[in-house]
C-alpha cells in the first residue's frame, strides 16, 4: 500500500510529523517525535469517542437532555432542549467566550483560568444564539459542558478516564491531560507572541475550558487508527460521529466542503476527517481518509498552517511526495 507520506519540507519551526501506512516519522528542525505537544481542540475529537463510549454502555443517552447529567448548580444554566448529541455537534446554540475581549485580556496576563460559574455566566450561555438544532455555532462552551457530563456520568476526571479507555489500551507512550502549568514541564511548547511572558509560566491550561490534551505525534496517530478500524467504537457509533452538518465555504481553509460530525471536523467532498486544534505555543492537526492518517504536530502559532498542510497530504498521488 502506498504511504501517506515519504518526505515534508515545511518552513514551520518546530514539526513532528506521521505517515500513517509507511509508519515512518518524518521529523523536521530538531523536533523531538517522543515529546507530546499541546492538541488543544482535537481535544474534543477525544471527548466525543469517550461520550460514545459510554452511549454504548448504556452510562448516558446522547439524545437526552443535557442537563440530566449534570449537578443542579450547572443545570441551571441549560435549556431541557439541549441534548447531548447537540453539545458534541455545535447546534446547541450555546455561546463562546472566543469572541470575549475580557477573556484575551485575562488570558494574555496570566491570570488563573475562569470557574464553570464564570464561563457560563460572562458569555451570557442562557441566552441562545438560536434554538437547539436550528443552526451551527461553534462553541468551546459546548464541549466545556460535555467534558462536566462525562466525568459526572463516569465518576472519574478525565485524565483517569482517558487513561482506563485510551492511554492504556492503545499502549500510548508519552500523552497526558495538562491540568495545570507544572505539567507543562512535560509537553513541547512554542513560545507565544500573544501572552506577556512565556507559555509554561503563565498559561493557565483551564483556559481550554473542556480539557487539554498533549500528545506526541505516534499516540495521536494510534488514535486515530483505532478510531476508523473500528477498535474504540462500535460500527453504529462511529456512523453517528460521521455524520455531517454541512457547512458554508470557509475562505482560506483547504476543506472543499466544510462540514463537521460529532467531534470531528471533516471535508464532506473528500470524505476527510479529523480536527485542527491550536493555542499559546503550538498547533496541531490529525485528519484520516481511506486507511491513512496524517498527523501534524508543531511549535508554531498558525494552525491553518498546520491543517492546510495536514490536508496536503492526501491530495498527494505519488509515492515520495513534497509539500
Known amino acids: 500500500m502506498t504511504p501517506a507520506l515519504l518526505t515534508l519540507a515545511t518552513s514551520l519551526p518546530t514539526v513532528a510529523g506521521v505517515a500513517a501506512q509507511s509508519g515512518r ?15 488543544y481542540s482535537i481535544s474534543k475529537t477525544i471527548l466525543a469517542i469517550l461520550t460514545l463510549q459510554l452511549n454504548e454502555a448504556g452510562r448516558l443517552v446522547i439524545d437526552n437532555a443535557a442537563r440530566r447529567y449534570l449537578s ?20 446547541s446554540g450555546l455561546p463562546d467566550y472566543g469572541p470575549l475581549p475580557e477573556y484575551h485580556t485575562a488570558v494574555r496576563q496570566g491570570q488563573r ?17 438560536f434554538p437547539p438544532g436550528d443552526g451551527w455555532s461553534y462553541s468551546n462552551i459546548g464541549y ?39 505539567d507543562w514541564r512535560r509537553v513541547s511548547i512554542g513560545r507565544s507572541d500573544s501572552l506577556e511572558g512565556e507559555v509554561r509560566e503563565i498559561y493557565d491550561p483551564g483556559w481550554v475550558a473542556h480539557g487539554l490534551f498533549a500528545m506526541t505525534a505516534s499516540d495521536l496517530l494510534a488514535l486515530f487508527q483505532a478510531l476508523f478500524s473500528g477498535r474504540l467504537l462500535k460500527s453504529e457509533s462511529l456512523q453517528q460521529m460521521c455524520m455531517l452538518h454541512r457547512l458554508p ?3 482560506g481553509r483547504p476543506f472543499q466542503q466544510p462540514a463537521y460530525g460529532l467531534g470531528l471536523m471533516a471535508d464532506a467532498q473528500r470524505q476527510i476527517f479529523g480536527h485542527t486544534g491550536g493555542g499559546p505555543g503550538s498547533t496541531a492537526a490529525a485528519y484520516h481518509k481511506d486507511g491513512k492518517t496524517a498527523v501534524i504536530l508543531t511549535n508554531d502559532e498558525d494552525s491553518l498552517k498546520a491543517e492546510k498542510l495536514g490536508i496536503a497530504l492526501f491530495d498527494s498521488t505519488n509515492s515520495d511526495h513534497e509539500v
Open 144 to 182: 466545556m459542558i460535555l467534558k462536566h457530563i462525562v466525568e459526572t456520568t463516569a465518576d472519574q476526571p478525565l485524565a483517569e478516564l482517558s487513561a482506563e479507555r485510551l492511554f492504556v489500551p492503545l499502549e500510548f507512550s508519552g500523552s497526558l491531560v495538562v491540568k495545570e502549568r507544572a
Open 25 to 39: 516519522e518524518i521529523i523536521a528542525n530538531n523536533a523531538d517525535p517522543d515529546r507530546p505537544f499541546a492538541v
Open 72 to 91: 443542579a448548580s450547572q443545570a441551571r444554566y441549560l435549556s431541557p432542549e439541549i441534548t447531548i448529541r447537540q453539545l458534541m455537534g455545535h447546534t
Open 249 to 251: 465555504f470557509i475562505e
Open 113 to 129: 483560568a475562569w470557574s464553570f460559574d464564570e464561563y457560563m455566566e460572562r458569555t451570557q450561555a442562557t441566552t441562545l444564539l
